[in-house]
């Protein structure tokens, strides 16, 4: 009977030392397995910062030219006065190659239509109809304003 209580005895003075496998020192993590933890960590926190954008972006995003002039303009089927101007800011295409221009019907084409809204949210627009062309920062809208000066800015920005 000695040896049981013994044994118990010397079992209860384990959990008090420590050397249990139950005592809180050997539940405690592995320092590599703590270090492993914090470099996965570490790189879902970084892939989050550098893609996370892209899940969070509400618009589409704004297409920039490349150094050069770029022309961006809007139009849609069926308007009547982008009937007048599509065919001069056509002919501008033409005459300037070395322009840049993203012609965009947004009556027919949901993504040109919401490429439209960012450009517009991005120059601070908060309603615009159309015809209507951007130039770097400078807008133009409307069957006057457009034809009326679009040469006139996209020689001013070659320059």
């Known amino acids: 009977m000695d040896k049981k209580k013994g044994k118990q005895s010397s079992a209860k003075s384990e ?23 914090l470099v996965l960590a570490v790189v879902i926190i970084g892939v989050v910062v550098v893609f996370g954008s892209q899940f969070t972006s509400t618009g ?17 089927n069926g308007c009547e006065y982008c009937e ?13 190659p070395d322009v840049e221009f993203h012609i ?8 040109n239509r919401d490429t439209l809204i960012a450009m517009n949210q991005n ?20 069957a006057n304003e457009v034809p009326e000066k679009l040469e006139r ?7």
């Open 60 to 76: 589409p995003s704004i297409p920039m030219g490349s150094g050069k002039v770029t022309v961006w303009y809007f139009y849609g």
């Open 153 to 159: 800015v996209i020689l001013e920005q070659r320059h």
């Open 123 to 142: 120059h601070g627009q908060k309603n615009s109809g159309i015809p209507l062309a951007y130039v770097g920062d400078v807008m133009l809208f409307g």
């Open 104 to 111: 965009l019907e947004i009556y027919d084409n949901p993504v």
């Open 15 to 37: 959990r008090v030392t420590g050397n249990s496998p139950d005592s809180p020192a050997e539940k405690r993590p592995d320092n590599k397995i703590l270090l492993g933890v």
């Open 84 to 96: 007048t101007v599509t065919p001069y800011v056509q002919s501008l295409q033409k005459k300037y």
